[in-house]
């Protein structure tokens, strides 16, 4: 079953929001609110959704400053990883399945920009986070990041079929959408030889 993300720009700090929805059964699940909770709110009530879950990427409060407002107005649950979010209704780790109406979403465990990092998989794209952005990556110089975490994380989503597109939280590349192969041709993180060479560039 295919599953529809749609982006939503969300605040000051350019970040998006995002809705993963089963187009059948008009369910949705609900990532980082922001700093802008009303625009993803906006959307569900336009699209007439039933969110049942809304997920924290991590813990960073540009992504999670809008949970109690999305929570008060869907009823949804929070989700996370405990690392990161460790009140959340639903503890997310790696390998979790999230049942999404007729769809399923995995959760994979991506550290590094922070402990409790995830990156969400439809089956067709990813939502990562501050993980990978569009022609960049995320910091690993903030407290609780790891940037060897991070350049294995990084490895582990270059390895996703060139077609998979790429849902970043935050709009700071060329495009708001990317795909892992244009990643691998146009991110230099990702065109780092080793860990050494991406140590080397990430933390210069």
């Not at 699209?47 to 869907?74: I, M, P, Q, W, Y």
């Not at 849902?167 to 959408?177: A, D, E, K, L, T």
Request: glycine share 10%; hydrophobic share 40%.
């Amino acid at each position: 079953m295919n599953l529809d993300i749609v982006q939503i720009p969300a605040g000051r700090m350019d970040n998006f929001s995002y809705l993963v929805i089963c187009p059948h059964s008009r369910r949705a699940l609900a990532v980082d609110p922001s700093l802008a909770p009303e625009n993803l709110l906006a959307e569900v009530r336009r699209r007439e959704l039933c969110v049942d879950l809304l997920v924290n990427t991590h813990g960073h409060s540009d992504h999670t400053g809008g949970n109690e407002a999305v929570v008060r107005e869907t009823g949804a649950r929070l989700a996370g990883h405990p690392l990161d979010i460790p009140d959340a209704a639903v503890a997310l780790h790696e390998g979790f399945r999230l049942q999404v109406g007729e769809g399923v979403v995995d959760v994979l465990h991506t550290p590094g920009h922070s402990p409790g990092s995830i990156t969400l998989y439809s089956g067709e794209g990813l939502i990562t986070g501050d993980t990978l952005f569009v022609t960049f990556v995320g910091r690993a110089d903030l407290a609780g990041s790891n940037p060897e975490d991070l350049y294995h994380s990084l490895r582990r989503l270059a390895a996703f079929p060139p077609q998979t597109r790429i849902y970043p939280g935050h709009n700071y590349g060329p495009q708001p959408v990317s795909t892992i192969g244009f990643e691998l041709e146009h991110n230099p993180y990702l065109k780092c030889p080793d860990l050494a060479a991406f140590l080397k560039l990430r933390m210069s």
